[in-house]
């Protein structure tokens, strides 16, 4: 059965404090990690897709990389507006993905 | 371009009743799924439809739920009769090509059985 586990669950920042939130995985045939970012009371909003070992994807303050077990979610100098849950899952047999719990990230200003 | 779109976005009910929620997909969109987040518990995927075809349905709990998409088009997930663990926030999402992973989402249902 695939498997995600987020770190931390919670993390508070200030603004410009750089930080990582880690996603380990177990899956049988990895057909790809997504990272999402969910606001309250609102649906997933898609981030990025990796597919392989050494993959990293970038987008404004945030990198994604990947390794054979677990992914990244760096932040770079955040900004209040980043302040979201973040989603990590996976797709491996299923035509579904698999997420775990999510980071509850707060930046303080 | 509208988004996905879900009704209702919240519902009250009584053990034993029946719900149905509703999803419109983005348009052009043939790949759907229904996902739920029980309090406390991670998002699990209920199931995916290609067009109107139900392509996988591995994570539906028991045959009390219900989903069709009729013509390809909206979708509705039927809970009969609904128990208090159906309780949760049902998601819908949509996407154009299937494996990409950028699953566009709605802003869910809320479900509370009582």
């Known amino acids: 059965e695939d498997q995600v586990t987020q770190s931390p669950e919670a993390l508070r920042l200030q603004e410009g404090e750089s930080s990582s939130l880690n996603c380990s995985y177990t899956?049988?045939?990895?057909?790809?990690l997504f990272w999402y970012r969910q606001d309250p009371g609102k649906g997933p909003e898609f981030l990025f897709t990796?597919?392989?070992a050494g993959e990293e994807k970038e987008k404004e303050r945030l990198k994604a990389t990947l390794t054979k077990k677990e992914s990244f979610l760096h932040i770079t100098a955040p900004k209040p507006e980043d302040s979201a849950t973040y989603l990590c899952?996976?797709?491996?047999?299923?035509?579904?993905?698999?997420f775990g719990k999510g980071t509850h990230l707060i930046i303080q200003p | 371009e509208a988004g996905v779109t879900q009704f209702p976005s919240h519902s009250v009910i009584e053990k034993g009743q029946t719900v149905t929620l509703r999803c419109d997909p983005i348009?052009?969109?043939?790949?759907l799924y229904w996902y739920r987040r029980v309090m406390g518990k991670e998002i699990k995927f209920l199931l995916h439809?290609?067009?109107?075809?139900?392509?996988?349905e591995s994570g539906m709990p028991n045959n009390r739920f219900l989903a069709e998409r009729t013509g390809g088009t909206y979708s509705t997930l039927k809970v009969q009769p609904a128990e208090l663990e159906d309780s949760g926030v049902y998601f819908c999402?949509?996407?154009?090509?299937f494996g990409g992973g950028e699953l566009f989402f709605g802003e869910g249902s809320r479900l509370t059985v009582l």
């Open positions: 899952a996976v797709r491996g047999g299923a035509d579904g993905l698999t």
């Open positions: 439809f290609v067009k109107e075809s139900k392509q996988d």
């Open positions: 990796l597919y392989s």
């Open positions: 348009s052009g969109h043939d790949n």
């Open positions: 899956v049988s045939g990895l057909r790809g």
């Open positions: 999402a949509s996407s154009q090509a």
